[in-house]
Each structure stands twice: as structure tokens, then as C-alpha cells.
């Protein structure tokens, strides 16, 4: 189960970036800027599980390689599966369980809020269309949509700190937090982080509506004093008129802007983020890894470490045999060559035979046996 540790890694990487805002810059007040860093660390925090820095192996003596005791690893987990396959049952299903029922409930709230507009009537006020909510005071905006109750005062200003909202598109940072939310229920830290998103929103609108110049800070700070019982009609909506961040609101509108130099504390997250990757790759079986730091050079060195040693070259491999050759088929539309005439058969020249000499008696080798002796006739009686 992999994609355990991954998570586990991730909502890590969160909780050492929220703590770094919550300790260098969350008292500043470019608030943008905060802005900027609560989303891009929360969306790195899920990106840097698949960095590793596997040089940190042949550093450290005595580390221990993950990738090299996998086998081991996945060999006995098969032999233990049997035992633990309630366990391995029971986890999933609990995490999925609970992150399929959060987000079953962010999409009951989106459409909650399209069926208000749905059902509500549309109105202008001074070329700016908005949908009327007659029985709250509570104005609030979701992406391009404006909820606003027609009679409310000082329309004028709500109309301009929620254009804020639509404009920066508050309400996608909103949305993305609670999905991540989902996936990540157990994390103590992310209500904490939507909070402060949140409040960072309203930050920037309040700043931006307060800076017209028919309207001063202290009398935009006694209008949300004065309108501070709204109550929020969804948990994806954050009405200008909150009181649950109305006292942080009234104290950063007077606050002096922090200096520039502050924007410098932002240098200190490069070590930590170097000494969590390193952490997590001593701490963590990297299965899921897509990025080796420094992967090249040690593959490099072992090479040349394995080049040293002497080694006899692979024997030639015999040529492939020729397929035989297989006469092309006639097409039908082809005309068949005509036939061959038979060839007359080649005359053969009999060689002529050597005359072989005679040989006299003379000229034999050979003993010539003697002749046969004459006959004896009988002596007859007189």
C-alpha cells in the first residue's frame, strides 16, 4: 500500500509549510503574497513526495535502500497476506469511506448554491447584475455569481468588496482547499489553513474597497461593526459581514504595511525544503518516486567502476540464414511466357582409344615355359 506513505508524506510536507506561515508570515501584511504561498504550498506539499534525493545512499554509510529491499518487502507482505488482510481491507475502505462522503458533501453545497440562483430573481443595480436574497442580509458571490439583498445599505460598498472576490476568483482557492480537504480528513492543520485562506480573502477585499477615495478605513470599519450578525448560508460562501473574523479584519485595516525586507524571510524555505527531501527519502520506501536527484552521477560511477575489471567480448552471433527464395505468383492479368524450346542434345566426342603396343618374346618379361615332350610309342614285339 503505497500511496499510504505518499499521503502521509504529503500532509507532512503541509504541516512543515503551514507552520513556516504561521511563524514568519502571517503577521505581515502583503496579503497577496500569503496568498500566493498557502496555495502553491499546499499544491507543492502533494507534488514533493515524488522527489528523492538517492544520493544521500552512498553518503551515508549504513543507509538503508528502499528500492533494493522492495523485493524483500513485497515477498514477505505476499507470505503475511493472508494474516493482514483485514487490516489491508479495513484501511482503505475507512480513508476512501470518509473522502468520498466529504466530497459528496462539497458538490451538495455547489449545487446548493447554483439551485439559489436558480430560484432567485435577477435584478441590476448600476450595470451590475445580482441575484436577489429578500429574506437575509447576508451578501456573498460564488465565481460570477453576486447574491446581494436588494434593500441592504450601503450597497455600494458591499457591491464593491465582493467584485474583489469575483475578480481574484476567491472562490476557486476556496473550492480547491475543501477538495484537498477531503482527500486529506485527518490533517489538524488543514481547518486551520482554510481559516486563514479565508481571512486572507477578506484581507485583500477590505483593503481594496477601504483605499476608494470617498471612503476612509474608519468609517468601512464601523459599517462591518455595525453589520457583523450575518450569518453564512454555506460553508463555500464568506459574507462580507462575518463576525467570526470580524476583530483579525478591524485590526489589520490599521496595521502599517510591513517593509519590504520582510518578503526575504521567504529565502529560509529552501533549506527546509532540502531537509525534508532528504528526510523523507531516509525515512520513507520511495516506490512512488517519478524524480532522482542526482541519479545520473551515480549511475555514472558504477559504470565506470564495472568498466575496470576485465572481461572477454561476447561471441559473434552466426548470420541469419537466407529464407529460400519463393517464385512470384502470376497474376491472373499476366500473360504466361511462352515455351521454352527443348535444347538438342550436346554431341559428345569420344575420346580415341591409345593403341597398345605388342610385345615380341623378346620383348616379354614373362618365362615362356617349356614345350611339352614328344610322345613315346610302344616298342612292338617281333
Not at 50 to 75: E, K, M, R, T
Not at 80 to 105: D, M, N, Q, W
Not at 162 to 179: G, N, R
Not at 220 to 228: E, G, K, P, T, V
Amino acid at each position: 500500500m503505497n500511496w499510504i506513505y505518499y499521503i502521509l508524506e504529503a500532509n507532512l510536507y503541509l504541516l512543515a509549510f503551514y507552520g513556516f506561515y504561521r511563524w514568519f508570515l502571517k503577521q505581515e501584511t502583503f496579503y497577496t503574497l500569503n496568498r500566493v504561498y498557502l496555495l502553491a504550498s499546499t499544491l507543492m506539499a502533494f507534488l514533493l513526495p515524488v522527489v528523492q534525493a538517492g544520493f544521500l545512499y552512498s553518503l551515508i554509510p549504513g543507509s538503508w535502500n528502499h528500492d533494493a529491499a522492495s523485493a524483500s518487502l513485497s515477498a514477505s507482505a505476499e507470505d503475511a497476506g493472508i494474516r493482514y488482510l483485514s487490516f489491508e481491507f479495513l484501511v482503505p475502505a475507512t480513508y476512501f469511506g470518509i473522502a468520498c462522503f466529504l466530497c459528496i458533501r462539497v458538490l451538495c453545497n455547489v449545487f446548493a448554491i447554483l439551485f439559489l440562483a436558480y430560484k432567485a430573481k435577477n435584478n441590476t443595480y448600476r450595470e451590475v447584475e445580482y441575484f436577489e436574497l429578500s429574506q437575509t442580509e447576508v451578501a456573498f458571490s460564488f465565481f460570477g455569481m453576486l447574491f446581494l439583498n436588494p434593500n441592504a445599505a450601503e450597497k455600494d460598498i458591499i457591491i464593491r468588496h465582493e467584485q474583489v472576490h469575483m475578480q481574484q476568483y476567491h472562490s476557486l482557492d476556496t473550492l480547491l482547499l475543501e477538495i484537498i480537504h477531503a482527500f486529506s480528513w485527518f490533517n489538524p492543520v488543514l481547518p486551520y489553513l482554510k481559516q486563514d485562506l479565508s481571512v486572507l480573502h477578506e484581507f485583500i477585499a477590505d483593503d481594496l474597497t477601504s483605499s476608494a477615495p470617498l471612503l476612509e478605513k474608519h468609517d468601512y470599519a464601523m459599517l462591518l461593526i455595525q453589520n457583523s450578525l450575518g450569518i453564512p448560508v454555506n460553508a463555500l460562501t464568506k459574507p462580507i459581514y462575518n463576525h467570526s473574523s470580524l476583530k483579525q479584519r478591524i485590526k489589520m485595516l490599521n496595521q502599517p504595511k510591513s517593509a519590504s525586507r520582510a518578503r526575504l524571510s521567504l529565502l529560509l524555505l529552501l533549506p527546509v525544503t532540502c531537509a525534508m527531501i532528504c528526510t523523507s527519502t531516509l525515512a520513507f520506501s520511495k516506490n512512488y518516486k517519478l524524480i532522482d536527484l542526482y541519479a545520473g552521477s551515480q549511475a555514472g560511477t558504477q559504470t565506470i567502476r564495472q568498466d575496470t575489471t576485465k572481461r572477454l567480448p561476447p561471441p559473434t552471433p552466426p548470420p541469419p540464414a537466407k529464407a529460400p527464395r519463393v517464385p512470384k505468383a502470376l497474376n491472373r492479368h499476366d500473360n504466361p511466357p511462352p515455351p521454352r524450346a527443348p535444347k538438342a542434345p550436346i554431341a559428345v566426342k569420344a575420346a580415341p582409344i591409345p593403341a597398345v603396343p605388342a610385345i615380341g618374346p623378346k620383348e616379354s618379361h614373362m618365362p615362356v615355359p617349356p614345350p611339352p615332350p614328344p610322345p613315346v610309342e610302344p616298342s612292338k614285339k617281333n
